[in-house]
C-alpha cells in the first residue's frame, strides 16, 4: 500500500500511528514489506520501515516456534488459497495469540479459523474501508 491508494493508505497510517507501540509487527511483515516497496521501486521506503520498527515505533515480534509449525498447517489445510508463507505465520500468530489483525487481505484472512470455528478477527472489516 503507498499514498497513490489514497483513502486506504491514509486509514493505514492513521492505525498504526494511533496504536504505536501496542502494535505489534510479525517477523515476516518486514520482509514482506521490503519485497513490495523494492518491486514498486521504494528501496529506501523498506530501509525506512525497518529502522523505524527497530526504533521502537511499533514492536518488532519474532514468532515461536510453535508459531511456525501452525502456520506451516495452516497452509497445507487452505492450499487452495494460495496463501503465502508471512500470512499465515501472521495469521497463526493471530491465532495463537487471540488478536487483530491490520490487513486488506480480506479474502484469505476470512477464511481461515481456529479449532472453534472462530475467525481471525479484523481491526478494520470491509464495511469500514472508505471508498476510492
Not at 500468530?93 to 486488506?104: C, H, K, Y
Request: aromatic share 6%; hydrophobic share 40%.
Amino acid at each position: 500500500m503507498n499514498r497513490r491508494e489514497g483513502p486506504l493508505h491514509e486509514l493505514a497510517v492513521s492505525l498504526l500511528i494511533g496504536f504505536g507501540r501496542d502494535a505489534l509487527v510479525p517477523w515476516p511483515v518486514p520482509t514482506a514489506v521490503d519485497l513490495l516497496l523494492r518491486k514498486r521501486g521504494y528501496r529506501r521506503a523498506s530501509l525506512q520501515f525497518v529502522e523505524s520498527l527497530l526504533a521502537g515505533t511499533h514492536r518488532l515480534y519474532a514468532p515461536t516456534e510453535s508459531e511456525p509449525r501452525r502456520a506451516t498447517e495452516l497452509g497445507k489445510t487452505y492450499e487452495d488459497l494460495g496463501v503465502d508463507l508471512p500470512d499465515l505465520v501472521v495469521m497463526a500468530i493471530a491465532l495463537n495469540r487471540d488478536i487483530a489483525v491490520l490487513t486488506l487481505d480480506f479474502r484469505h484472512f476470512r477464511v481461515v479459523q481456529n479449532g472453534n470455528n472462530a475467525g481471525i478477527r479484523m481491526v478494520v472489516e470491509e464495511h469500514q474501508l472508505p471508498r476510492k
